[in-house]
């Protein structure tokens, strides 16, 4: 009994061994390409070109950084990506919780069928609304514009669907002494339940951000101006060898490096607060 005992800590030692040293090395796969790509931007063309895996610059150099800011339209890409990447995240915080809690919580005809048209668009590929979503945002009048941009993008589905759940784990009892002190629906909805959506919001936030960050289809179909042009198509444009002959993976890697650090910065910071989609908010 004893021997047995003494054996057991030693096969859960080699077992827990085994495992961190697996997630280290699916951590070192997911991590690698990132390596490569901040390793990259620092080459030169040459050094790029003859060993693009090589984590060791031969020599450093950060003229690919100063081509792109100096020498290239992108601090205007990069200005577009913010304003619309802000006015995006800010509407659909608005505007996804305002019909999440719509549909959790008021009762009209036909709240059923909106439900079901929700769900079924957010099964619908975003390739398939690309020509509708031109000929709408066209005949809106609205077309290579920062309306025709942020307006299509200041809802989403899967938003709504994620408020409208948390709202529904929210016991309406929280709701009745607003009620009884007259407060109407907009109040009850913005003083009382908004602030216990917190880990919600933080999620929508989130996911907002780096969607319209990211964004690239809707931008293609949206707008054509130089003056409009987002990250994500200018650095698109580089693959077609806008700035200068050659390959180009310095400035191409630089100009994604640049990209994703407002992400990772955004994910960083609100990671703790990201909300468990299987868990409630509170339990009555």
């Given at each position: 009994?004893?021997?047995?005992?003494?054996?057991?800590?030693?096969?859960?030692?080699?077992?827990?061994?085994?495992?961190?040293?697996?997630?280290?090395?699916?951590?070192?796969?997911?991590?690698?390409?990132?390596?490569?790509?901040?390793?990259?931007?620092?080459?030169?063309?040459?050094?790029?070109?003859?060993?693009?895996?090589?984590?060791?610059?031969?020599?450093?150099?950060?003229?690919?950084?100063?081509?792109?800011?100096?020498?290239?339209?992108?601090?205007?890409?990069?200005?577009?990506?913010?304003?619309?990447?802000?006015?995006?995240?800010?509407?659909?915080?608005?505007?996804?919780?305002l019909a999440g809690y719509a549909l959790a919580r008021l009762r009209f005809r036909g709240r059923g069928v909106v439900y079901a048209a929700l769900v079924a668009v957010m099964a619908v590929p975003t390739v398939v609304l690309l020509i509708p979503k031109f000929l709408v945002i066209n005949q809106l009048g609205?077309?290579?514009?920062?309306?025709?941009?942020?307006?299509?993008?200041?809802?989403?589905?899967?938003?709504?669907?994620?408020?409208?759940?948390?709202?529904?784990?929210?016991?309406?009892?929280?709701?009745?002494?607003?009620?009884?002190?007259?407060?109407?629906?907009?109040?009850?909805?913005?003083?009382?339940?908004?602030?216990?959506?917190?880990?919600?919001?933080?999620?929508?936030?989130?996911?907002?951000?780096?969607?319209?960050?990211?964004?690239?289809?809707?931008?293609?179909?949206?707008?054509?101006?130089?003056?409009?042009?987002?990250?994500?198509?200018?650095?698109?444009?580089?693959?077609?060898?806008?700035?200068?002959?050659?390959?180009?993976?310095?400035?191409?890697?630089?100009?994604?490096?640049?990209?994703?650090?407002?992400?990772?910065?955004?994910?960083?910071?609100?990671?703790?607060?990201?909300?468990?989609?299987?868990?409630?908010?509170?339990?009555?």
């Amino acid at each position: 009994m004893n021997r047995t005992t003494r054996r057991l800590p030693r096969k859960e030692l080699a077992w827990q061994t085994g495992l961190y040293a697996l997630l280290i090395l699916l951590a070192l796969v997911y991590v690698y390409p990132f390596l490569v790509q901040l390793a990259t931007s620092v080459k030169t063309e040459a050094d790029a070109a003859a060993d693009p895996v090589s984590l060791i610059p031969d020599p450093l150099t950060w003229a690919a950084y100063g081509r792109l800011f100096l020498r290239s339209d992108f601090p205007v890409w990069f200005a577009n990506s913010a304003v619309v990447t802000v006015l995006v995240t800010a509407g659909r915080v608005f505007f996804d919780s305002l019909a999440g809690y719509a549909l959790a919580r008021l009762r009209f005809r036909g709240r059923g069928v909106v439900y079901a048209a929700l769900v079924a668009v957010m099964a619908v590929p975003t390739v398939v609304l690309l020509i509708p979503k031109f000929l709408v945002i066209n005949q809106l009048g609205i077309y290579d514009s920062y309306a025709g941009m942020v307006l299509p993008l200041l809802v989403d589905a899967a938003g709504v669907f994620i408020m409208k759940n948390f709202f529904e784990s929210i016991p309406t009892s929280v709701e009745e002494q607003a009620r009884i002190d007259g407060a109407g629906t907009f109040r009850i909805f913005w003083s009382v339940v908004l602030p216990m959506a917190r880990p919600a919001l933080v999620t929508i936030v989130i996911l907002s951000f780096q969607g319209s960050w990211n964004e690239l289809s809707h931008f293609i179909v949206s707008a054509q101006s130089p003056s409009l042009t987002t990250l994500t198509k200018g650095v698109a444009s580089l693959a077609s060898g806008q700035l200068s002959q050659g390959s180009q993976y310095p400035i191409k890697l630089a100009a994604a490096a640049i990209m994703t650090v407002p992400v990772a910065v955004v994910f960083f910071v609100f990671q703790r607060r990201i909300m468990n989609t299987s868990q409630g908010a509170v339990k009555e």
